[in-house]
């Protein structure tokens, strides 16, 4: 069974940081990506950033210069770096991994909220 955990959501005040972390349970092979999507109210969800198994990353344009993704293979685990953070970042912050291009895993979201 796979399970990812998320921590690091909270409070921050505009132009403050977070650290955003999620592991996946062990047991996972032919990992495609992880990333990290987000999705406020009223919208649609949405990706942030995405590191492949090769180490290419891409970021949503509003995170581009702010964000930074990160991956720890050995530990199935992958980090989101958020800095100077707006109040237009606030969403529910979901992990998933993806799985040989086909199986999609999701985490069960952790809140950020960034107040102005």
């Known amino acids: 069974q796979v399970q990812l955990v998320e921590s690091g959501g909270g409070l921050v005040q505009a132009g403050g940081s977070l650290r955003l972390s999620c592991t996946v349970s062990?047991?996972?092979?032919?990992?495609?990506?992880m990333g990290w999507y987000r999705q406020a109210p009223g919208k649609q969800r949405e990706l942030v950033a995405l590191?492949?198994?090769?180490?290419?990353?891409n970021y949503a344009e509003s995170a581009k210069g702010r964000f930074t993704i990160s991956r720890d293979n050995a530990k199935n685990t992958v980090n989101l770096e958020m800095n100077s953070l707006k109040p237009e970042d606030t969403a529910v912050y979901y992990c998933?991994?993806?799985?040989?291009?086909?199986?999609?895993?999701w985490g069960q979201g952790t809140q950020v909220t960034v107040s102005s």
């Open positions: 590191i492949t198994s090769g180490g290419t990353t």
């Open positions: 062990r047991g996972i092979f032919s990992i495609t990506s």
């Open positions: 998933k991994v993806v799985v040989a291009l086909k199986y999609d895993y």
